[in-house]
């Protein structure tokens, strides 16, 4: 069944301003929010490591920038197995009933050799508003290795930790006795270490697509598909889909330098030689939807839903990722917001989500174009499914209050 022409438009136009607003994600693998409470003569250390975060920053007007941020708060690690044990219970953070740690920012302030981030922190049912000191490392640049965008910033609070009723107790562990007790410091120091990172237009360029690029203008787009069939030669589709996704990098590129025409010849190509890949239908689906074809785009994003198959989850699998083709999907829907295509990324976001619709994220995207699109309502509706799916997907979580302002 073809998706309701209604749902999306398409248009052979001009792009809208792009939006001001850049989104970066919080790298729990290169952050850190360490703590450090005196305990008699020494100081105890230790931090959490499950750290979730969005970051909405605007380079031209860095007051109007925000974040959330959501912590497990079982994810606590001072170094000693018996006393994170203990910290864990309600004698302290009391994880089972209240299983997160989060902050929100009200308000950015310039401030002597920095910023000022005004916020409300929420730990152990209480919550309270906070100052946050902070400063940029350096402004967000683009990283050689990856070109993603990157932003780095480093913070420190100081918080008195029975204001939030973290008192502490024995019941749980007999020696932590009533003198060891009162040996522990109320205030306790944070420090921050946060990165950022932005998968952006510009990260989608590297040098292979420019060189495609010179190679569909001189020799025209069946030189280009020549290339990738004398690459599929006796590969499997497992072993050949890898070679879609720098097609795929190349489509977006005519997409964005407005050759649609080529655009459109290459992404049916695509099609042709990955016709099980529900990606190739989507990006030829897109590439349509810019050209002004809304018929043909509901045809192609039909035809994904029908080839698509879930990936495997796999249980042995430690830690979880995401799935690529998911991922370098909801990045085209992101890009095309970028580049100011915003009729046309509401359709394609609406199908990546059909595909999808357990992925609190792919939620998010779609709620996030359907705001750029004048839908609040519909907005609204895709994050409350996205938080419905994961309560702690902050993406959501911070989206949905901008479009409360």
Known sequence: MLLPLALFACAAAPPSPPPTLQEYAVDAGHSIVEFSVGFAVTRIKGRFTDVRGTILYDPAVPERS??????????????????????????????DRFPT??????SLTPASGGW??????????????????????????RRPESGWMELDAVGAVRLPRKDFGILGGSRHNAWFNELRMATVADSVDIDLEIQGWLADAGSQRPPGVAEALQR??????????????????????????????????????????????????LSRGLVSLFPSLASAYLVHGFALCV??????????????????RPPVDDPSEKYKQVDDL????????????????????????QAVADLYPTTAR????????????????????????????????????????????
């Open 291 to 308: 050209s002004g074809d809304a018929r043909g785009a509901a045809q192609q994003y039909a035809r994904a839903r029908e080839v698509f």
């Open 66 to 95: 925000s974040v959330s941020v959501v912590i497990d708060a079982k994810s606590i690690d001072s170094g000693w197995p018996h006393r994170d044990d203990h910290l864990r219970t309600d004698d302290f953070f009391d994880v």
């Open 101 to 106: 740690i989060t902050f929100q920012s009200a």
């Open 362 to 405: 792919a939620h998010v995207t779609l709620g996030l174009a359907r705001a750029l699109a004048g839908d609040v309502d519909g907005a609204g509706a895709a994050y409350a499914r996205a938080l419905e799916l994961d309560p702690r997907e902050t993406r959501a979580i911070e989206w949905q209050r901008r479009l409360k302002r």
């Open 326 to 349: 998911w991922y370098y999907n909801d990045q085209l829907v992101r890009t095309a917001l970028e580049w100011g295509r915003i009729p046309e990324a509401v359709g394609l976001a």
């Open 116 to 141: 000022t981030m005004n916020g409300s922190l929420s730990m152990h049912g209480v919550t309270k508003p906070i100052p946050i000191p902070f400063r940029f490392v350096q402004p967000p640049s």
């Open 216 to 265: 569909v203008r001189t020799k025209g787009v069946e030189a280009q598909l020549d290339r990738l069939r004398s690459a599929r030669g006796g590969k499997s589709d497992a072993e050949f889909a890898p070679y879609f996704h720098g097609a795929d990098l190349v489509v977006r590129a005519l997409i964005v330098d407005r050759r649609q025409a080529e655009a459109v010849a």
